[in-house]
């Protein structure tokens, strides 16, 4: 794997708390469980964690493994908690992570989201930066997701389907749906703590096929059971697309997008048929060039998508017209046949 965030990965909260703080015990467990990399709390806000030192990252990398960072992030004092972020990164650790919750979730907060998250990106010196939120955008309507994700190499919805109330694989197809929108690779959190079961976490990790990895919060609270269930978990390298074949809540979703995007009448249904094909062709034509033309919807066209909703939400003005309006589903049209005229010569 070429990113150090992708793979299986664990959290640690409080160290001490760990294997009784004793760093190469921590490091024996995870290697055993296939952990390429522990993402240690740096800081909380302005305030240091001395337990995250470059004599911790040594220890770790020494032993084969990766050493992310993470940060509790407020947004009171955005410039201190850059600084905070960068100064672990600076130490050697691999990548950061901004955990970003209930402080955010308010309109008012998007011009801190914007401020906190581009200057650790600017600062970091080409290594990854991600963040860590809600799993389930739709229900935090005023919480900054395309700010962060703007900004962000991945992201990390916390999937706790315990907590949700939710059997894992539809916590995780019901994150995936709305994060995908977002146009950045996704490595979900799951649940090691709590009431959860180790045939949850297993059918978490199955249910994460396809995606650059997984984690899992976290390591002072993962029962021996659950580590076994960890241990057992083999993360599936493959590309995350949707293509002709897919189901569920993401075609439905997408199906919404190319609908709102293009003016279409696509059937709502959350089956990726050859209608559902002909509209991403036409979407790819139009917004991203025909050398783009391959009805597949990866991380490329997911972000065209995004942009392009946003552009949708926040219009130039204009004097549009009833024969602009009728102007623009012909265009539409027009792309479709086209598409349908790609599709036909490659069956």
Not at 194 to 203: E, F, K, L, N
Request: glycine share 10%.
């Amino acid at each position: 794997m070429s990113e150090p965030w992708q793979g299986k990965s664990m959290w640690i909260w409080q160290l001490s708390q760990c294997e009784g703080g004793n760093v190469s015990s921590i490091i024996a467990q995870a290697r055993k469980a296939g952990i390429g990399a522990l993402i240690v709390k740096a800081h909380d806000g302005t305030s240091w964690w001395s337990q995250f030192s470059a004599s911790l990252i040594n220890v770790v990398h020494n032993a084969g493994m990766k050493a992310g960072a993470w940060g509790y992030c407020y947004g009171r004092d955005p410039a201190v908690e850059v600084r905070q972020a960068l100064t672990v990164l600076e130490l050697g650790a691999d990548f950061y992570v901004a955990d970003v919750e209930t402080e955010f979730d308010r309109g008012a907060m998007w011009n801190a989201a914007d401020q906190l998250m581009s200057a650790i990106k600017a600062g970091a010196k080409g290594k990854p930066v991600g963040y860590t939120s809600f799993a389930l955008p739709q229900y935090h309507p005023g919480f900054p997701f395309s700010v962060f994700s703007k900004h962000a190499d991945f992201t990390m919805p916390q999937v706790y389907w315990g907590d949700l109330g939710l059997a894992p694989a539809t916590a995780v197809q019901t994150s995936l749906a709305y994060y995908r929108k977002f146009g950045v690779p996704i490595v979900p959190i799951g649940q090691s703590y709590g009431m959860v079961t180790p045939s949850q976490i297993q059918t978490f990790i199955n249910a994460c096929a396809g995606l650059p990895g997984v984690s899992f919060w976290d390591y002072q609270h993962c029962t021996t059971a659950m580590w076994e269930a960890v241990i057992g978990g083999q993360v599936k390298e493959v590309t995350n697309v949707l293509t002709v074949g897919s189901t569920g809540e993401a075609v439905k979703i997408l199906q919404q997008d190319l609908n709102k995007i293009l003016g279409l009448k696509l059937a709502v249904d959350g089956i990726f048929g050859a209608a559902t094909e002909a509209a991403v062709k036409s979407f790819q034509l139009k917004y991203l060039g025909s050398k783009y033309v391959d009805g597949v919807v990866g991380p490329q066209t997911q972000a065209a998508i995004q942009k392009a909703l946003q552009s949708e939400s926040n219009p130039a003005p204009t004097t549009t017209t009833q024969s602009t309006t009728q102007s623009q589903i012909n265009q539409a049209l027009s792309l479709i046949a086209q598409a349908e005229q790609i599709l036909k010569g490659v069956k």
